[in-house]
């Protein structure tokens, strides 16, 4: 079993903060294993003197390989959850689902997730889902057809969990195995889906007792799916073209009634590199944004060799004008990089366009200004002006 961190699990002093009758309950269906490692799980009705809270944390915090899978994540789950940022969320969905927390009006933040995860897992597992959202940086994005209604109310219960379905056959069939949950979020800036699964099993070597050992296991992974019914525009993180084309067709599927809803179209180019040099850099026009320098371009030369060629420097335009060349012409690009300095940061930060799908962000929220940017300038493929010129 690999090594976790459970930092508000392992410290005798944290764990009173939790009730005891809560702590009871929660551990109790792993009586068993705690028996084998020398802790009785007392009664509920134990009063906190009568705890030896430093014998539980001492198991705790060194997790042996019989430790039971679910105990890990559910200890997990509870433990990312136990902030106070995450109560007060979870206080307001509870108001909201109607969860009675015991101990109000001044639970702790470990006493308010485990009383939500008694009473409705699900809601504790989509709220820590949620906080995952904007962790991912890397996006294709794909456009609806022409002719396609875009229009998008929230999927029901029994949608998502036909959606899981045919999620999981594709991931058992591609040996990551069933178990894949989608949580699904309406924001500002559209509708978000995250979907967790597996990853294909890893082999590790491993110490046990002093010896060497192996441990045989299935990575979980999270991948964000965002929706904007206004452009009828879908923006995947995943690991892999076929992850990315599963979901591309699934949620074309399922929320749309059509796998082809989102045909794989291009959505940027390169092109005004070239046709408008510096001036494709021109932001006054986007408040937010203070500046644009192109710092790295891609050339892909092909040939037996697939040669690429890397151009890198602070300002490549300021670079090609001192030396009186331009980019040149009949060669794709297959990725640009610019140096973006927005009004409320100290210093720049990075964004990466390749053409047909791709954009990456140093930050997700800097995505708004920069694609209002990208449009402004006509890096962005209208279904008029569609073209590929850069695809080597």
Known sequence: MPTFNLRRFSQPDTLKAVSVQNLTRFLY???????NRGFTIPSPETEADGFDYDALAAILITPDDHVPSDLVEVLHLVNEMS??????ELLREADVEGIVIDGRPDPTPTDVAIQVYFQNPRLLESKHSEQLLTRARTFQYFQAKDDENTDLAPPSEDVIRALETD??????????????RVFHYVREDGMWFLVRHGEPCKREGSMVDGEPGCVYYRPGKHDVLIYQPATGEIGINAGTRGEVDLYKRMLGLHLFGNEDFFPGDGKYTLKPL????????????IEGIEWIKLKELQFFWGGPYKEIEIWKADDIFAMLADKERKIPSGVPILKAGFHVKFEDAKNPRTVSIR???VAQFSRDDDGELVEAWLKKREFIITPEGKEDEDEP
């Open 29 to 35: 269906p792993h009586a068993h294993y705690f028996s």
């Open 274 to 285: 070239r046709d408008s040099g510096a001036d494709s850099l021109v932001c006054s026009d």
């Open 355 to 357: 053409p047909s799908n």
């Open 83 to 88: 902030t106070p940022e995450a109560m007060d």
């Open 167 to 180: 999620l999981d056959n594709w991931f058992v069939e591609h040996n990551r195995g069933r178990g894949s």
